[in-house]
């Protein structure tokens, strides 16, 4: 079981730059080779944004060459450094991580891109 808190999501204009951080808790990343980020828009289901499993990342499409997912062990945090956001960016981000068969999410963290 691992217990995951998202921060870092705010108000920022198109353009800008943020970064969500994910810390876990009860339990080392270490040992957790599937964490990820996912998000929410207003209406629309969640969608996968990024990925880190066994060191290697996966990004969706509408997010490659923007947006960069990093792992701190040392820190038990996940990362998502989000750049160049468009307002379609606008969502609630969750973390997740994957262990054996079950699912842990975060509360998420809501990310406002204004135009």
């Known amino acids: 079981q691992v217990q995951l808190v998202e921060s870092g999501g705010g108000l920022v204009q198109a353009g800008g730059s943020r970064r969500l951080s994910c810390a876990a808790a009860?339990?080392?990343?270490?040992?957790?080779?599937?964490m990820g980020w996912y998000r929410q828009a207003p209406g629309k289901q969640r969608e996968l944004v990024a990925t880190?499993?066994?060191?290697?990342?996966n990004y969706a499409d509408s997010v490659k060459g923007r947006f960069t997912i990093s792992r701190d062990n040392a820190k038990n945090t996940v990362y998502l450094q989000m750049n160049s956001l468009k307002p379609e960016d606008t969502a609630v981000y969750y973390c997740?991580?994957?262990?054996?068969?079950?699912?842990?999410w975060g509360q998420g963290t809501q990310v406002t891109v204004s135009s």
């Open positions: 880190i499993i066994s060191g290697f990342t």
């Open positions: 009860s339990r080392s990343i270490f040992s957790i080779n599937n």
């Open positions: 997740h991580a994957a262990i054996g068969t079950m699912f842990y």
